[in-house]
């Protein structure tokens, strides 16, 4: 069994069978990143292009190693995001790209739907890495794979994401994969960063971070963007702190044995205290570690990995 | 020139007329109207069929012709006529943007879609701030213009919001009213000067109601599918608020205020309100705000993106009411022409904008008239006797003596929206693909056939 379209744009378009399948896939593409030589032949003569128009130092080199172990061809291409609005468009950029007969495109793009665009005009495999506040599903798939592994199970838990949701790609991903396979997901943060009709989406919605993680197996804290503050949606980096800082003392509202997650980077003692961070239930390295197995699985994968011939 | 115009069921809400009739044309004036005579005959439901003349008749009836000297005769036997369309709110892009649309071009596109008299806005580069500008305007229009151009003069300088535009000599060189359009006038007390200097000149004040800090830099509606998607949107009290703050100048000023391209279910319950309170305020409402919802956004093609933003689905109804109870005044396309390029992009970095001359009839007969959400006298006083009242233009009538601005349209030809056949110069239309019934078979100005199927 192999995916059964040519890209991945969002977790919205996945079945939980395809989720699955990519989550079994990085079971054991994770076997491979433990080995002492660490490449395999899979995606020889395979070319994948890491198509940058956001810094993001992770998610890149993740693509990055994920294509160097398979043996496919990796080349980067980082542009900043001010190049958007005076330089080539998206198209002719695509395009360009097109006539070097790439198999695969990683992109990360600021604007949401840019992934979709190239893939509605690309031969090539479009692999979202992150398109504005939209999706990031290698991001929701890893976080998945990481709460299957450590649980053993994704059906039936819960899960609460806390931050700012209105602006988060990895909440809206990790929302729609973690409610196809089944898991009850919880939003809180700041009214100011809890979208309108956010709980249309299937989701309950806190306001108190106590009340947030009380009963749930995950608590997903999200990286908070400090020029927010600017913008007006939170008085201080104080304020936010003291409401929605997951701290050791706020954790015993949650459950004993209450797994951490971040999608990092972190802001050490603003949204989640250093204790925390480092502490035994934290996943976050897990979470880096399990990005490339899953990255290694969707590369695979949309390389037309899995497919039987009749 | 002398134009017959046979056997057409001849509609003008403003007259009370809805009748089949043959129209005399002449000189650019409606000579005669009389009774037609000639074997159409009326179905329940309004459709009209022909039927074969006896030799006698058709004999007795080319000797009339003849008689008259007509020079040429339109059999609209099936068909509708209507005053001329009149869209209150386009883009003509000339001066300025040319590559988008020019007057001919834009002008062209009105005939098409059956419009006679259009108003362009004026954020053109240079903006129509000046008499120079409206006069650059009108004198293109008189030569290459298809149809009438009736140029808006803008509020403020350079649109900037900052210090009033020169609104006695933009009047008396021709303009029907003044707006910032494609902005607001953000600042209270400059709307309130605005307001109070056009009373002089009894001009309507257009304003696009958007509060810029409310709106900040979202792309579509505020609602699920931005929650969803994850583009940044653009709550509807961004519209009503100032809609608010205007109903308010409007009334303490006692200045005519008409509201452009309603969209939030809000601003129409203000606007009911003012107006039942006397407050002298008209608005309009897009064909693809009455058609479309948020959902068209959903696979992220710029050509649903506009401001205001294609808004909820009880936002629509809300706007479908308003316009049946007499508080929207009239439908207008703000076609707001686009090159492919520029549209081709991604959503964020896409401008705002959607054509509409050249299917808003058949958008209007599709999916107002035909399911009986509007009457055809309604839908057409929408688009001729209500614009033109607000304009003060005396284009609205058929009457003998009037000017033959005349639109002529078959209710039930079905047609797919092909834009690389349109006349405008861009095809940045939401609508392509669709299937619509009724368009516009003839277009008539001052007299004379400017476009024919």
Redesign the interface.
Known sequence: MGLARKDLLGMQELTSDEIRLILDTAESMKEVARRDIKKVPTLRGKTVINLFYEPSTRTRTSFEIAGKWLSADVINISTSASSVTKGESLKDTGLTLQAMYPDIVVIRHPAPGAAVFLATRLAASIINAGDGAHQHPSQALLDLFTIREKIGRLEGMKVAIVGDIAHSRVARSNIQGMQRMGMEVRVAGPRTMLPRFIERLGVEVFTNLERAVAEVDVIMMLRLQTERQQAGLFPSLREYSRLFGLTAERLKAAKPDVLIMHPGPINRGIEIAPDVADGPYSLILNQVENGLAVRMALLYLCAGGGQTSA | MRILIRGGRVIDPAAGLDDLLDLFIEDGKIVRIDKNTGGGRREAGGADTKEPRTGKEAKASRNAESALGVDRVMDATGLVICPGLIDMHVHLRQPGREDKETIASGTMAAARGGFTAVCCMPNTDPVNDTRSVAKFILDTAKREGAVQVYPVGAITKGLKGEELAEIGELFEAGCVAISDDGRPVMNAELMRRAMEYATMFDLPTIQHSEDLHLSGKGVVH???V????????I?SVSEAVLVARDLLLAESTGARLHIAHVSAAESVRLIREAKARGVRVSCEVTPHHLTLTEDAVR??DANAKMNPPLRSEADRQALIEGLQDGTIDVIATDHAPHTV?EK??????APNGVIGLETALAVILTTLVAPGILSLPQAIAKLTSEPARILKLSKERIAEGADADLTIFDLHREWIVDPTTFASKSRNTPFAGRRLTGATVATLVGGKVVWEA
């Open positions: 505020e609602g699920l931005s929650t969803e998607l994850g583009l940044r949107g709550p696979d992220f390029q081709e992009r991604e959503f964020d970095l």
